[in-house]
């Protein structure tokens, strides 16, 4: 019975059809386009990252969420990127408010200071997802089981709108 009620679900999303998101809202991704334009790995795209940041609080952005995990140091490989990709999350999200995901079973890398500071700013949200019994995906559980943690989606919408 419960497989039937799944299917049934996804069969209402297919006849709703696709919908065009709001004008105001923008999603920057990354694809092809900007693998090939950017030569680096992307471990190394703090500088990339840290402009991006940058540029979203000076357009205005009313904000913004950054569904990328930086999980551990690159100091090793490029000296400074930690401490600059950290400075410029602090500079963008004095004025728009800003999330940075972890995913759970990781933990929170608070070595590193971009994660430091936005654990400490309550800036920081989980990008897990949340598997139906078939292996789909058709909803977000947006807190843990235990109340601890807010998914990044509930993170975000709570700093953007004064529930800090």
């Known amino acids: 019975m419960r497989q039937l009620d799944l299917k049934l679900r996804d069969q209402t999303m297919i006849g709703a059809g696709t919908h065009k998101p709001p004008e105001n ?12 334009a950017i030569p680096s790995p992307r471990i190394l795209w703090h500088p990339q990252y840290a402009a991006l940041m940058r540029a979203m609080a000076r357009g205005g952005a009313k904000a913004a969420a950054f569904d990328l995990f930086l999980a551990i140091s690159v100091e090793q490989w490029a000296p400074d990127y930690d401490r600059q ?40 949200g989980y990008a897990n997802i949340t598997l139906d019994a078939d292996g789909f995906v058709r909803r977000q ?10 998914s990044l989606a509930a993170r975000l919408f709570a700093l953007s709108n004064g529930q800090a």
């Not at 809202?25 to 090939?36: F, G, L, R």
């Not at 408010?97 to 994660?115: C, D, K, N, R």
């Not at 559980?141 to 807010?150: I, M, R, T, Y």
């Open 25 to 36: 809202i923008v999603i920057v991704a990354m694809d092809d386009a900007t693998e090939q």
């Open 85 to 124: 990709i950290a400075e410029a999350f602090a500079e963008a999200s004095a004025t728009s408010p800003m999330v940075m995901a972890y995913e759970t079973s990781m933990g929170i890398p608070e070595q590193l200071p971009l994660y430091l500071l936005a654990n400490a700013q309550q800036q920081i």
């Open 141 to 150: 559980q947006l807190v843990s089981n235990d109340g601890a943690a807010e």
